[in-house]
């Protein structure tokens, strides 16, 4: 498996949003053992512009990465292809030691699979996660990146299970907690400087204004029109009690502009200088710090990221999961988190729940204590140290 050297080197990869918030505490974490190992970043460019990539390594203080391979938008395959066929040039030019992936992206499936058939191995952080849902992409990509990999870093016991399941042997399972959450208990002190609430009117002589915080993308949910409209409907219920705040990740701006569902939003970009006490008010994405302060601030989250589950279970704050399933069930079993669907009258009715005084309390699952990267930088230390 990883080779008994003195030096190993390992590519950890990089290529959507999500990716950028899990390698922040693991990349500082390999800087702490430069003669043992060397640690190099590649940046798939999956998500490429500012708003989605450039304003995560600025504020997580992620080093730049030493190569970009600039893949950008495209199909599932065509954009699984394409990060193929560079990062095997990557691969062939450096000979890692070890190739390092997160999460359940196309970068995540794309480069595991290179590493692989050129037999170097694959450490997976994020492991044994399943929504046992074959519709969702991520799914795929988590199956088959699992069932390729050497070392499996999990989140939680039920991950665990699932591998196991999959005839996962127990030696490559490393239950080592939740490196997302690492970057949440890091940063969480500098994002209550954030003055975003200021900048949106939400705050009232420092007290923060109630409103609930949106985040909506999963092609399921929005890349069908009779879908996207049904989840609004119970949105716009929602939003006549409580200001909705909505970043909106680019595949939704787009499908909001394709379906013309423009007159749902209020513009908060362009046309309002005000949050009103109703309404969904539309923004571009936001960078961490000023999306972790609203989120610890919001009254409650409603969102279908996969991500945003876990961040708000260690924050306490309510979470309605607007989807069917969820691959993250210890958020529910243990944490704030309730998987409503997407039928209006659930939604409403689990949103008018919290604003009448309820909402789910919870507490943090095992090993999420921001500790998860120095586990998986010592476990990887070792085995390159006994050469397995
Ligand atoms: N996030 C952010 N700004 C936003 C929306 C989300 O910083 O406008 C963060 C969020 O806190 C979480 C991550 O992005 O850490 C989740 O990313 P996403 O929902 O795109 O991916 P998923 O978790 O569904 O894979």
Known sequence: MLANKQRVKIINVVGARPNFI??????????????????????????????????????????????????????HAQQTAKIMIEFEKVLVEEKPDLVLVVGDVNSTLACSITSAKLLIPVAHVEAGLRSFDRTMPEEINRVVTDSISSYLFTTCEDANENLRREGIPDEKIFFVGNVMIDSLLRHREKARKSEILEKLNLSINSQAKPYALL??????????????????????????????????????QKQIDSFGLSDHFKDFTNNESQITNHGIHLLAPLPYLDFLHLMANAKFVLTDSGGIQEETTVLGVPCLTLRENTERPVTVTEGTNIVVG??????????????????????????????AARRIVDILMKAAKEGR
Do not use: C
Not at 42 to 56: C, I, L, P, R
Not at 230 to 236: G, M, N, V
């Open 215 to 252: 985040t909506l993308h999963r092609p399921s949910n929005v890349d069908d029109g009779e879908t996207f409209k049904s989840i609004l409907e119970a949105l716009e219920r929602i939003s006549q009690d409580i200001p909705i705040i909505f970043p909106a990740h680019p595949r939704t």
């Open 342 to 371: 997407t039928e209006p009258k659930r939604i409403i009715n689990e949103g008018m729940s919290i604003l009448r005084g309820g909402g789910k309390k919870g507490k943090t699952p095992r090993l999420w204590d921001g500790q």
């Open 22 to 75: 899990k390698i922040a505490p693991i990349m500082d974490e390999m800087k702490k053992y430069p003669e043992h190992l060397e640690a190099i970043l590649v940046h798939t460019g999956q998500h490429y512009d500012d708003a989605m990539s450039k304003a995560f390594f600025e504020d997580l203080e992620i080093p730049r990465p030493a190569m970009d391979l600039n893949i950008g938008s495209d199909s």
